[in-house]
């Protein structure tokens, strides 16, 4: 599915462009924790070459605060170690894969 959003240009024009149910979800729970600076969501295919690409997201808030990050990493050790191993598994099979 997808939904409509907007931004703004420095010259206050409306920019409209579409975004998938992902990133309007990933947007809104990042969004609780502060204001969002940017936000970087890529596609899991790419459509132009035909092919699965590394999911990943990333974002800025305009104020950030140091008592989230502490509380992600303190309160939910589960999803650290989890995404701590995720990254090990990325590093393993590139380390594996042939280089052209």
Not at 24 to 51: C, H, I, Q
Not at 55 to 79: C, I, K, L
Request: hydrophobic content about 35%; proline content about 4%; glycine content about 4%.
């Amino acid at each position: 599915m997808q939904h409509r959003a907007y931004s703004y240009r420095a010259d206050g024009d409306q920019i409209g462009r579409f975004m998938s149910t992902r990133t309007v979800d990933a947007m809104k729970a990042l969004s609780r924790f502060g204001e969002l600076a940017w936000f970087k969501l890529p596609t899991e295919y790419n459509d132009e070459y035909g092919y699965h690409q590394v999911a990943y997201m990333g974002w800025r808030y305009t104020a950030p605060r140091e008592s989230v990050v502490h509380s992600v990493n303190t309160r939910d050790q589960e999803f650290c170690i989890a995404s701590i191993s995720d990254l090990a598994l990325i590093v393993q099979h590139l380390q594996r894969v042939p280089v052209p």
